[in-house]
């Protein structure tokens, strides 16, 4: 059909009416339907050699979380590659990256209708739109004057967002460097923050507000969230982008070398010592050192953290002069460090200095619909790795991941999809569309809660109920009774931290390595298996 001036003007009315980025996508695409028959639309940003779906009509959710390679599409790097309007014949032998997909056709798309619209500004590819048709050959006969004012106002659009966001930005950096960190930092683990849920557009907020300043930031959250990926959006969006981002995971560092490992050290200091080695504190000077796990750091080496929290200095182990770093500090927890602070086992100094800017990272059971958009970013992912065609996840899986409480997160669903599609490609041929089932989700092996046994020594069983010496109906020997004393503590201590030798030691009050020797010697043993909770 001829675009005419009054749906013309209707469209751009609506879009003037829009207030946020999501509700103009979906109004720019309602009104591309209105002008043109479809099944499905998308609405695609180009970011390096990906397309990144803002906004869908006509396919399933979780094509949101999907992010097209153009080496793995070529329809849409075709699209790309051109200036005009790209119409495929209706028998074209190239896979359409929406195969089975579209919500108004089960399994394999059959012979149907594709176009794409790349969506230029200043020369510059910034997206673009694609059209399907279950209908063959039903945009053959649009007028070039239609995807002409088609084009022009989605390019429109898509640059209005881009400009208030922030992302024209980010997408004209030329310096390859700032570039190369750019991408390794959207792609390394997933880096990007994928989801339109409550919890997560106030993270998303979050960030947006602190990234900016220097400000040191608390990063709040359970085991699998995503708090690193927090970090290094920070770090990204800082004013230090461009600068080192030092990660150091404090749970890993020995007690002796903590010191050493944060703030470096003078040749000699100490056994072993062959030369001076600059410390993370160093490395990161002018950027970011994201401490993670600070719960773990030892009460002895949090008053050197807290002044170079307070001034900037540094002391390197075995050196007499002071150094001066800048460094903006993120850190990172599992713990609760308010309770940590009560119970002395975190300097309460340090934790408000800290957290200046808390951010708690959301649980995956609390994002809703978000479990999808990950569930299709991770699909995507799997079939490039597998050499796959195409994964999808049916009505009824879409309904267990969304039921499940997800214990480990998001790196838990990561594992539940990866190992899903494995299992579903069993009995399929690689160039199929293969569904997953709710029989490949596998849950009860997925991250399950660990029962704890600690298996004292024979002699433990004397200390529960210790009776006195004088009491004694027959003579104790000191050693045995002493050792008795020790097993049960040590079985106690570990069976209240969940079989962490870590935190037993510290509530011990005892290095980690001399409590697992003597723990051996005592013959205590921590035996963990797996509980099948029902999902």
């Not at 495929?88 to 997909?101: C, K």
């Not at 048709?133 to 967002?161: G, H």
């Not at 062959?274 to 002018?286: C, N």
């Amino acid at each position: 059909m001829e675009l005419n001036s009054t749906l013309l003007l209707e469209v751009a009315l609506d879009l003037a009416n829009s207030i946020t980025n999501e509700d103009r996508f979906d109004r720019l695409l309602s009104s591309i339907r209105k002008a043109i028959n479809c099944d499905a639309v998308v609405l695609l940003i180009h970011q390096g050699e990906q397309l990144k779906p803002l906004a869908i009509q006509g396919l399933a959710a979780d094509t949101l979380g999907r992010r097209f390679n153009l080496s793995d599409h070529p329809r849409l790097s075709l699209i790309c590659a051109g200036t005009q309007p790209v119409r495929f014949a209706s028998d074209s032998p190239l896979p359409d990256p929406y195969d089975g997909l579209l919500l108004a056709k089960e399994g394999d798309l059959p012979v149907h209708s594709c176009m794409g619209l790349p969506l230029y500004s200043d020369n510059q590819l910034m997206g673009v739109v694609t059209l399907d048709s279950l209908s063959p050959e039903a945009f053959s006969e649009i007028p070039e004057r239609t995807l002409q004012l088609i084009t022009a106002l989605s390019a429109a659009t898509l640059k209005t967002a881009i400009q208030l966001s922030g992302l024209e930005q980010r997408a004209q950096q030329a310096h390859d460097l700032v570039q190369e960190l750019t991408n390794e930092a959207l792609t390394r683990d997933g880096g990007e923050l994928i989801g339109n849920s409550p919890s997560m557009l106030a993270l998303k907020s979050d960030i947006q507000l602190v990234s900016g300043s220097d400000y040191t930031v608390l990063i709040l959250g359970k085991t699998g969230v995503g708090k690193e990926l927090v970090a290094r959006t920070l770090h990204q969006r800082s004013n230090r982008g461009t600068q080192p981002l030092v990660h150091v995971n404090c749970a890993s560092i020995p007690e002796t070398l903590a010191e050493s490992e944060l703030f470096g050290h003078g040749k000699g200091a100490f056994s072993g010592a062959e030369k001076e080695r600059a410390g993370k504190f160093q490395l990161a000077d002018g950027g970011t050192i994201f401490l993670d796990e600070i719960g773990e750091l030892p009460l002895s080496v949090q008053s050197k953290l807290l002044r170079v929290l307070q001034s900037g200095e540094i002391q390197p182990v075995g050196k007499d002069q002071v150094s001066t770093v800048n460094v903006r500090v993120l850190a990172a927890t599992n713990r609760d460090l308010a309770q940590e602070v009560k119970t002395g086992r975190f300097r309460a100094d340090l934790y408000h200095r800290l957290s200046v800017y808390p951010i708690k990272v959301p649980e995956l059971k609390e994002r809703g619909n978000d479990v999808l958009l990950l569930a299709g970013y991770f699909l995507e992912v799997t079939a490039r790795k597998l050499g796959i065609r195409q994964l999808k996840i049916p009505n009824d899986v879409q309904q267990a991941l969304l039921a499940y409480s997800w214990p480990g997160n998001v790196r838990e669903l990561e594992h539940v999809i990866s190992r899903a599609s494995l299992k579903a490609t069993r009995s399929t041929n690689q160039h199929d569309i293969i569904s997953l089932n709710t029989a490949d989700l596998d849950f009860e092996r997925a991250l399950l809660p660990k029962e704890i046994h600690v298996q004292p020594t024979p002699q433990s069983s004397l200390c529960g109920n210790a009776e006195p010496l004088s009491g004694s109906a027959e003579p104790q020997n000191l050693k045995t009774m002493t050792e008795a004393f020790q097993a049960n503590m040590i079985s106690r201590a570990l069976a209240g931290c969940q079989g962490n030798w870590t935190l037993a030691a510290k509530q011990l009050n005892m290095d980690r390595a001399n409590l697992a020797r003597l723990a051996r010697r005592l013959g205590v043993q921590v035996h963990k298996s797996i509980k099948n909770e029902t999902f």
